[in-house]
């Protein structure tokens, strides 16, 4: 079973940048689809970005194409979210997921491995 630990959230400015990271244990990370979501205050928790097991395909909300980067390494089992050009809309906790599944439809399955959470707040 791989569990997750996110990192990385914090407080800055709109137009700014954060970087989150994911660090998974286990042996089997470098088979899993990872993805990122987020949830904001008062609000359902939604898919930003996800990336396939090998880091070729990776898919985007709408909202965020442009300034938000996923990446992954898998030989530190660890994925990443680069967020550039900040607006206060994203402010939210994000979460990681890993499933096994196809990257491709992870953000429609109920997957079951989640990170805890870290807090992004982008003030105006």
């Known amino acids: 079973q791989v569990q997750l630990v996110e990192s990385g959230g914090g407080l800055v400015q709109a137009g700014g940048s954060l970087r989150l990271s994911c660090a998974a244990s286990?042996?089997?990370?470098?088979?899993?689809?990872m993805g990122w979501f987020r949830q904001a205050p008062g609000k359902e928790r939604e898919f930003v970005a996800c990336i396939s097991w090998n880091g070729v395909s990776k898919y985007y909300v709408d909202s965020v194409k442009g300034r938000f980067t996923i990446s992954r390494d898998n030989a530190k089992n660890t994925v990443y979210l680069q967020m550039n050009s900040l607006k206060p809309e994203d402010t939210a906790v994000y979460y990681c997921?890993?499933?096994?599944?196809?990257?491709?439809?992870?953000?429609?399955?109920?997957?079951?491995?989640w990170g805890q959470g870290t807090l992004v707040t982008v003030s105006s």
């Open positions: 286990g042996r089997t990370f470098s088979s899993y689809a």
């Open positions: 997921a890993a499933d096994p599944g196809l990257a491709e439809t992870l953000r429609y399955r109920n997957l079951e491995v």
